[in-house]
């Protein structure tokens, strides 16, 4: 059988879209959203249908979508690519928002709505209503530039490489380098990378700039004070507010700080340099060269389905059929898009995992990161509408975070030294509590970012360079690299592509901190509840979903130490 027609297979079966329709142009999809819009609903069983009809249609536009954007960022230097996802953005997204919201009214104002299951639709009408709240025509041209300009980092940051023994290699290849044992190695790879990216500071400073201005004017058509304030409703972020995020950095801050600063300066010590350096940070101060779980592309995907496999079989299916399907493309090369991601495709079922492996260690972890969302996205694949599918991040990144840290107890596979099983532990769990500032530094940023809009280019440094001394452990000498780290903030996809979205990976991390420790406990029972939170999609609140999981909704500071204690004591069983 061939992958079409096992696609074919695993698509929902259609009752409202032909099977061979192909969206070339807004025309050809316009008479459904009509269908829709004229529609009588003068009954519960006929609003029920209609939810289900739009939400075929919402599957098909949206996997159309998907494809776009996933071939665009597998190829960024092919022009017909960039030119399909542009076109998709200027000319059938746009059309499609105010139809949408014109949907939403129909649906809140229907005399029936009040007889749709509370249980079921609560958690979908809350959104509903808040999108149509949010909602202003005049913001569409708006987010059709946003859109176009912030998918201008990812051409930009794909174009970054540096020559290494007579060859090109992209950045990722290049930051691999510097966990060699050799020093001057190091060195010498990490100026590059700098006097690289310095290359682009001006140009992603402006990018930025007007990126702020236009999502500004966007708070400001919906009579918000600044972005932040808009941002954070449109996010839907119901369940927690502006004050639990300060709340947070003040515990990231005293809770995790001080563990890495004790752990950096017994680093700084054992080294004993005349001076730290930036590049001294991440290979092995016993001499041991970097850690090579895999090879290839191919090695990481059989290895990956065996060490999911250990875990449940299920999970191995998902990346099994992903392979199938040839919905995988994980190695580096020139003229790809940076960072890697799950994308979801709500009408096949079956997602599409992108990365940019080189053979290390962060790698393995990207890989099994995003075949937690992979997961998530097959064990929702049963619901019955599209936007029970699309979790908020604090829950889709519960599902890829806990997958860290549970297939963390099976990377025999990928490393079948013992010595080297506790480093690769010890490595991840080190990341971890290096992570948890990291993401508390980026949110801190975005918070003051948007409240002062109108700053100047040196206010942003000031500004950062104030933020990660919060946030960092002070013991790295930067001397001579005082502009690396002012623009250390540039090297952050979210900050360009998807505002705002970072503070969930902290609050997914605690989480998943959370789901760990109750699968050493008991695997089965943590596993159990774990697939019963993920199968809920986003049909219960984000507290109901981590309470399924078996764990709380909770970032203050006693519940971060409480976690951290825990990690520490089973990073010293491995370091």
């Not at 702020?212 to 918000?224: C, E, G, P, Y």
């Given at each position: 059988m061939s992958n079409t027609q096992i696609e074919n297979q695993l698509k929902l079966k259609r009752s409202f879209l032909p099977l061979t329709i192909e969206i070339k142009d807004w025309n050809i999809i316009e008479p459904f959203y009509n269908d829709l819009l004229t529609r009588e609903l003068s009954n519960i069983a006929k609003i029920e249908q209609w939810l289900k009809d739009w939400s075929e249609l919402d599957a098909v536009v949206s996997e159309d979508y998907a494809w776009r954007y996933i071939k665009m960022t597998c190829d960024t230097l092919n022009e017909t690519l960039v030119n399909d996802y542009t076109f998709f953005v200027e000319n059938i997204e746009p059309k499609i928002s105010p139809i949408s919201n014109k949907l939403q009214k129909k649906l809140i104002e229907s005399p029936f709505l009040g007889e749709l299951d509370k249980d079921k639709y609560f958690v979908f009408i809350r959104g509903l209503k808040k999108s149509l709240e949010l909602f202003r025509e005049k913001n569409i041209p708006l987010q059709t530039e946003i859109s176009n300009e912030s998918q201008k980092y990812g051409a930009i940051s794909s174009a970054q490489t540096i020559e290494h023994e007579g060859k090109q290699i992209t950045l990722q290849k290049a930051a691999s380098f510097l966990k060699s044992t050799d020093r001057s190695l190091r060195e010498k790879i990490y100026r590059k990378i700098q006097e690289r990216?310095?290359?682009?500071?001006?140009?992603?400073?402006?990018?930025?700039?007007?990126?702020?201005?236009?999502?500004?004017?966007?708070?400001?058509?919906?009579?918000?004070?600044?972005?932040?304030?808009?941002?954070?409703?449109?996010?839907?972020?119901?369940?927690?507010?502006?004050?639990?995020?300060?709340?947070?950095?003040?515990?990231?801050a005293s809770a995790i700080v001080p563990i890495n600063k004790k752990s950096e300066q017994a680093r700084k010590q054992k080294l004993n340099y005349d001076s730290y350096k930036p590049w001294d940070t991440e290979f092995d101060i016993t001499g041991k060269e970097a850690l090579k779980p895999f090879e290839t592309g191919k090695e990481l995907t059989e290895k990956t389905i065996e060490c999911f496999k250990s875990i449940d079989p299920f999970f191995a299916d998902c990346i099994n059929t992903m392979r199938d399907l040839q919905h995988l493309d994980l190695e580096s090369r020139v003229g790809k898009a940076p960072g890697g991601y799950n994308y979801p495709l709500y009408e096949s079922g079956v997602p599409f995992i992108f990365m940019n492996a080189v053979g290390t260690l962060k790698d393995v972890i990207t890989m099994v990161h995003e075949g937690g969302h992979a997961v998530h996205a097959f064990?929702?694949?049963?619901?019955?509408?599209?936007?029970?599918?699309?979790?908020?991040?604090?829950?889709?990144?519960?599902?890829?975070?806990?997958?860290?840290?549970?297939?963390?107890?099976?990377?025999?596979?990928?490393?079948?030294?013992?010595?080297?099983?506790?480093?690769?532990?010890?490595?991840?769990?080190?990341?971890?509590?290096?992570?948890?500032?990291w993401i508390a530094s980026i949110d801190k940023f975005q918070h003051w970012i948007y409240q002062h809009p109108k700053h100047s280019i040196q206010e942003r440094y000031e500004e950062w360079m104030?933020?990660?001394?919060?946030?960092?452990?002070?013991?790295?000498?930067?001397?001579?690299?005082?502009?690396?780290?002012?623009?250390?903030?540039?090297?952050?996809?979210?900050?360009?592509?998807?505002?705002?979205?970072?503070?969930?990976?902290?609050?997914?991390?605690?989480?998943?901190?959370a789901v760990w420790r109750n699968y050493k406990q008991n695997p089965s029972k943590a596993l159990e509840q774990y697939k019963a939170a993920l199968k809920l999609g986003y049909t219960k609140t984000i507290p109901e979903i981590y309470k399924t999981a078996g764990i709380k909704f909770d970032f203050s500071e006693a519940y971060i130490k409480d976690l951290m204690d825990f990690v520490v004591s089973e990073y010293e069983k491995v370091k």
């Open positions: 990216k310095a290359q682009d500071e001006t140009v992603l400073n402006e990018l930025y700039d007007k990126l702020i201005d236009l999502r500004t004017q966007v708070a400001k058509n919906v009579d918000f004070k600044n972005y932040r304030d808009y941002k954070f409703e449109e996010l839907g972020r119901f369940d927690y507010t502006v004050d639990d995020c300060y709340n947070f950095h003040n515990a990231i064990l929702c694949n049963d619901l019955e509408l599209t936007d029970f599918k699309g979790t908020p991040s604090e829950v889709a990144e519960l599902a890829s975070m806990s997958m860290e840290l549970i297939s963390m107890e099976h990377w025999n596979i990928f490393f079948a030294a013992d010595e080297d099983l506790k480093r690769a532990k010890a490595e991840q769990l080190e990341k971890i509590l290096k992570t948890l500032p104030k933020i990660i001394k919060e946030f960092g452990t002070g013991e790295v000498d930067h001397t001579g690299f005082e502009d690396a780290q002012k623009r250390g903030w540039q090297g952050q996809l979210h900050l360009y592509e998807v505002p705002f979205y970072y503070i969930e990976y902290g609050f997914a991390q605690l989480g998943a901190i």
